[in-house]
C-alpha cells in the first residue's frame, strides 16, 4: 500500500500523559498536513509542512502540541500533557508540489486518541 | 471568519433516488473547492475538486458538483444512488492564494444512508 500511514491506529492514554503520533506521506509528496477531527464535526487543520519547514500553524495548536518533520520525509505529532478534551481522531494528509496552488490533500486512516 | 456550512446532517435515500447534497462557503478570496468521501471504516478519500474553469466537475462514481460563485456554493449531486454510496460526505474549501492555501476548511459533513 503506498497511501499515507498513521501509527498508532488508537492510542488509550490517562490525562497528564505525552503522546506521540507518527505520519508517513505517500514517497513523493513534499507537503504534509496534520488535521483534528471530533465527533460530528468535519476536520479541522493544525499545521502544515512544506518539507521540512513548518510553514502554518492553526490557533487551534497550543503550545502543548508540536510537530516536527525533521527530514522532510515522515512526521511525528506530540501532545504533552494530555486532556480529556484532546480526544478526537488525528489525521495526516499529504500533497505532492505542483506548479499550481495547494493541490488535493491524500489522508490516511488516522490515529483515534482517547484520554481518561 | 472562513468557513463551509453543509445544508443536511443525515440524508436518508432509497436506491434509484437522485441526490443533491449542500455545501455553502464564505471566504473573501479566490478558492478551491473540493468534495471528499468517508465510506465506512475507510479513509477520507478526494470525490471531486474544482480550481477553475467549467464550473460544472466530473468525479469518480457518477457524482458531479456545480460551482456557482454568485451563491458561494458548491452542491454535490447524483442522478440515481446506489446502496454502495452509503458514506459521510465532506465539502471542504481553501484559498488559491495567500499564505492560508494549506489550510483546508471542511464542512460538518452529510451522512448518506440508502435504503436497498
Known amino acids: 500500500d503506498t497511501g499515507v500511514s498513521q501509527d498508532p491506529r488508537h492510542k488509550i492514554t490517562k490525562r497528564g500523559q505525552n503522546v506521540t503520533f507518527r505520519c508517513d506521506p505517500i514517497s513523493e509528496h513534499n507537503r504534509l498536513y496534520w488535521y483534528r477531527q471530533t465527533l460530528g464535526q468535519g476536520p479541522e487543520f493544525l499545521t502544515y509542512?512544506?518539507?521540512?519547514?513548518?510553514?502554518?500553524k492553526s490557533r487551534l495548536l497550543s503550545d502543548r502540541f508540536s510537530a516536527e518533520r525533521p527530514k522532510g520525509s515522515f512526521s511525528t505529532l506530540e501532545i504533552q500533557r494530555t486532556e480529556q478534551g484532546d480526544s478526537a481522531m488525528y489525521l495526516c494528509a499529504s500533497s505532492p508540489r505542483t506548479a499550481r496552488t495547494h493541490n488535493e490533500q491524500f489522508f490516511g486512516p488516522g490515529t483515534r486518541l482517547t484520554v481518561l | 471568519a472562513q468557513s463551509v456550512s453543509q445544508h443536511n446532517h443525515h440524508v436518508i435515500l432509497s436506491e434509484a433516488a437522485s441526490l443533491e447534497l449542500g455545501c455553502n462557503y464564505s471566504y473573501g478570496g479566490t478558492v478551491n473547492l473540493f468534495w471528499y468521501v468517508q465510506y465506512p471504516g475507510q479513509h477520507l478519500q478526494l470525490l471531486l475538486k474544482y480550481f477553475s474553469g467549467d464550473p460544472l466537475v466530473k468525479g469518480i462514481k457518477g457524482f458531479e458538483a456545480e460551482f456557482i460563485k454568485s451563491k458561494f456554493s458548491f452542491n454535490l449531486r447524483k442522478p440515481s444512488v446506489q446502496w454502495s454510496d452509503t458514506a459521510e460526505y465532506f465539502c471542504a474549501v481553501n484559498a488559491r492564494y495567500g499564505g492560508s492555501q494549506g489550510n483546508l476548511i471542511f464542512g460538518k459533513g452529510t451522512k448518506l444512508s440508502v435504503k436497498p
Open positions: 509542512f512544506q518539507n521540512e519547514a513548518q510553514l502554518e
